[in-house]
């Protein structure tokens, strides 16, 4: 059953009657660019057919009613929504009706259902987000164009920068509300303007592979924090507005410093070669440019962890043309290029290096562009 129809049985269930209507948003994978949102960069991220669901009716009573198969349900006075006083996946919705939210909102009765793996570093808390905010958008009659959404996806992190207080930069919220079916989206992250950029590896016989190392991602851990900080404290030191500025970070004395910010501006010129590829139809040299990535991120910026280099090496080493740890690190997933006929033979591998090393039992997916946040269809 998809995410749509379970938010609906969902809502039935547990709130009882119908919901004004049902709207679903996906999670996301990036293809390249990784750890630059927060630095003004470039990204390449694709939505996942994978999304979270939220059947939503409106009510006029000041209560919003939440309830979420899996995770405790909660009810919450909306005058009574501050920042940081709402615990776990509560804070997400509530911090988006904070963000979002018209002036007047008088509640609703929201039931949540998801297929995005919750921990598994492909936005499942984005994908919630960006479906309540499409919901109230549409409830509410505010503009959901892609001017609209753009907004919407900014309003998204604001909830999750100043109402959960996790400090990310925004791609996945965008990604979320603008991703297009058999497109990866250029997303310049000064901007907010968006290509998008034909994407079908299964038309040159190539399938992406998403390998979830089982190993919990955790974003609020104060690592992504700290690099984050590390990257506008070396903006600051080669007295530019950000790390989108430079070339250059020689001028930089510390060394960590260097490293962390030498990964922005190498992962920008990546994400650049990455699209000139793939406008010239050349879907394989994206395999050097996901190797030469994930090199980075390990070594320069130290968000990798075992997990993640155990099936990015496994993989490599099975034939996938490239491979490298995607979203915030630290646990999470991977994403390989493989030839589609070794898809097995390279998910075999990565299992077996994990077995070998004592580490959790990935899970797999084979994955492709899909659309962005949308109305599901009545049943
Ligand atoms: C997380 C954050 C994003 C981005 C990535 C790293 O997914 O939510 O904003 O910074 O990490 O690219």
């Avoid at 004395?253 to 962390?260: C, F, M, V």
Wanted: net charge neutral; glycine share 10%; charged share 20%.
């Amino acid at each position: 059953m998809s995410a749509c129809t379970d938010a609906r049985t969902l809502f039935a269930h547990e709130l009882g009657g119908s919901p004004d209507g049902v709207w679903c948003a996906p999670g996301r994978v990036n293809l390249i660019g990784e750890h630059v949102d927060y630095a003004d960069g470039l990204c390449l991220p694709m939505a996942l057919e994978h999304c979270t669901a939220v059947a939503v009716r409106r009510r006029a009573d000041g209560i919003l009613r939440l309830r979420s198969a899996g995770f405790p349900g909660t009810d919450i006075t909306v005058t009574d929504i501050v920042s940081h006083a709402v615990p776990g996946w509560a804070a997400y919705v509530a911090g988006v009706v904070w963000a979002v939210g018209p002036a007047g909102f008088g509640g609703a009765d929201i039931a949540v259902a998801s297929d995005v793996p919750v921990g598994a570093g492909l936005s499942s808390s984005a994908a919630l987000e960006c479906a309540v905010a499409l919901a109230l958008a549409e409830l509410f009659g505010r503009a959901t164009d892609d001017t609209g959404r753009a907004a919407l996806a900014s309003a998204c992190m604001r909830a999750e920068n100043d109402f959960v207080g996790v400090p990310t930069g925004g791609m996945d919220q965008q990604i979320s509300l603008r991703g297009r079916a058999g497109h990866a989206m250029l997303l310049d992250c000064r901007t907010g303007t968006v290509r998008h950029v034909p994407f079908d590896p299964a038309a040159d016989g190539l399938a992406l592979l998403v390998v979830d190392t089982a190993a919990p991602h955790r974003l609020v851990d104060g690592q992504y924090a700290q690099r984050r900080r590390a990257v506008e404290d070396a903006a600051r030191q080669l007295g530019v507005d950000s790390l989108r500025d430079t070339d250059s970070v020689a001028a930089l004395r510390d060394t960590i410093l260097s490293r962390r910010a030498r990964h922005v501006v190498t992962e920008i010129g990546r994400v650049r070669a990455a699209v000139s590829a793939l406008d010239a139809g050349d879907v394989r040299a994206l395999g050097p440019l996901l190797d030469a990535s994930h090199r980075s991120l390990r070594d320069d910026f130290e968000v990798s962890s075992v997990e993640l280099d155990s099936a990015v090496d496994a993989a490599r080493d099975a034939g996938a043309l490239g491979a490298r740890m995607v979203g915030g690190g630290f646990g999470g997933s991977a994403l390989a290029l493989c030839e589609a006929a070794a898809v097995e033979k390279i998910s075999h591998a990565v299992r077996v290096a994990a077995g070998r090393r004592g580490l959790p039992q990935p899970r797999f997916w084979k994955v492709a562009p899909a659309a962005g946040a949308r109305r599901c269809a009545r049943p």
